[in-house]
DNA sequence: CGTTTTTTTGAGCACTATCAACAAGTGTGG
DNA sequence: CCACACTTGTTGATAGTGCTCAAAAAAACG
């Protein structure tokens, strides 16, 4: 309904490592040939740029096309008739979103910009045509749904049967990992651009509580969050608060800066 | 480390429905030909009889192949250290389990037979042919895949931002809609092999507030459950209290039986 | 600088957990 | 067919985690 949640423009000064995280992120994973990473490229050639809290994919709507993300944080969100709302998933640069649309009239979902993005959108047509030319990129494409199921089940793990500290600890922990996987991290530090209540959306508590919960880590000097930053203070620790275990998160990714 | 985990035996006498159950669900979806129908079958020729209560797949051993369910219920779970439990998925006749495990040196979770199984076991060599030589096949398969996220992303929800009540409410009437769906459904009763600790392992609840919670779901005339038997007395009441929407249960697979 | 978003704080209470004990099933072997 | 063991379901009293509902303070924004 909203026709202005997207601009389509060029992005503004797309930093070298982000253009091709994707390919990136296949090429560790596979060992691309030059025909495939030349497909890649050219597919996600054309940008889109998303304001932050604007809705790139709106719950309720059809939706042909997909997305890969090149800069920028997104959540995939559900909202209650209620007004409340769950953070299904977060994603970050290298991420594809919408596939779970390909399958369903309506997306279930909305997918949400934290920050500024910038994505490449890709038809269903294009996607499809990937899959049946280059079926090495099908099959990554696949065992990345597969990563992002084993990231899903920790979720229900975290919704379920961790309480509160534990439980956001164990998202900061996780989000730690991944984005230092993807090489967002410096040095303990990485962007943070979730918002207490997204935090609260994420994790299944209220702000307020969150917000509490939040001090208590910072009061033991387990982490540190300021202008939109995390600074893990002791990973040790913060694991072990969070019953924490790496396991889960993709090891085949190649370790793309010591995480 | 329980050798006798498995016993490998024919089934005893497994029903029509139930042998071609995958080939029926993946024939709904694409209209299998001939070629695909026979290699499936040939697939899931040979099978395992698994014990209730067995694990099939034990968290944090290596497990290299995978399994297609062609009778009995199981559940994937994940235990935290304290000995607390998660239950992740539900997997009814039709599914494959352990996909997942595929890309990961080690099971992130078991696999628990709630009922007596049987399971056709598909090498990892098998399985990647199918994915080589039977595209569409292989199509079929991601968008289970994709279906089974919507699922999850539905247990999130449900974890994160339902109270006890709609909670338990949303667990029965998708279980019902799933059930339904594969055609276990016989007027308004499902098979439910589950306990109320299984419930309570579903829901993030405790045993002891589940067993309340049921009472009074039975009390508003909403359910019976009887003889490893469930009964939704009304389906619209019950949907209610639990603001289900069933959009995201898979529309695609037919209806198979006015469900 | 005013406006909006985000973070912080307080008091009271509701929902759900805990723990323990008991009842009722279920299955097994004698 | 009964006796026994074990699993599953049920109940009660009590504690505690996390929610509600403001409202204020601080930060971000244009």
Redesign the interface.
């Known amino acids: 309904m909203d026709e202005s949640t997207i601009a389509e423009k060029e992005p503004e000064g797309p930093r070298p490592l982000e253009v091709s995280q994707l390919a990136g992120a296949f090429d560790r994973l596979f060992g691309l040939d030059e025909g495939e990473r030349r497909h890649l490229e050219a597919c996600t050639a054309n940008a889109l740029a998303i304001e932050p809290r604007r809705k790139l994919i709106v719950e309720g709507e059809p939706c042909g096309r997909l997305y890969i993300i090149k800069s920028g944080w997104m959540v995939?969100t559900?909202q209650?008739?209620d007004g409340?709302?769950?953070i299904?998933?977060i994603r970050l640069p290298g991420d594809i979103i919408g596939?779970?649309c390909?399958?369903?009239?309506?997306a279930?979902?909305s997918t949400v910009a934290l920050t500024r993005c910038t994505v490449s959108p890709l038809s269903r047509e294009e996607f499809e045509g990937i899959?049946?030319n280059f079926?090495r990129l099908?099959?990554a494409?696949?065992?990345m749904?597969?990563?992002?199921?084993?990231i899903?089940?920790e979720?229900?793990?975290n919704?379920?049967?961790?309480v509160a500290i534990p439980r956001v600890a164990h998202l900061l922990m996780e989000l730690h990992y991944r984005a230092c996987r993807r090489g967002l991290a410096d040095g303990g530090q990485i962007p943070f651009p979730l918002t207490q209540e997204d935090v609260a959306?994420c994790?299944?508590l209220t702000t307020a509580y969150v917000n509490r919960i939040l001090q208590e880590l910072r009061r033991k000097d387990l982490i540190r969050i300021d202008d939109r930053t995390l600074t893990v203070l002791d990973m040790a620790a913060l694991g072990g608060v969070a019953?924490f275990r790496k396991?889960?998160i993709a090891?085949?990714q190649g370790q793309g800066g010591g995480c």
Chains 1, 2 share one sequence.
């Open positions: 995939e559900r209650l008739r409340r709302r769950q299904l998933t596939i779970g390909l399958s369903y009239p309506k279930l979902q899959q049946r079926p099908a099959t494409l696949f065992l749904t597969l990563h992002e199921s084993a899903l089940h979720w229900e793990v919704l379920g049967r961790r959306d994790t299944g019953g396991d889960y090891h085949w």
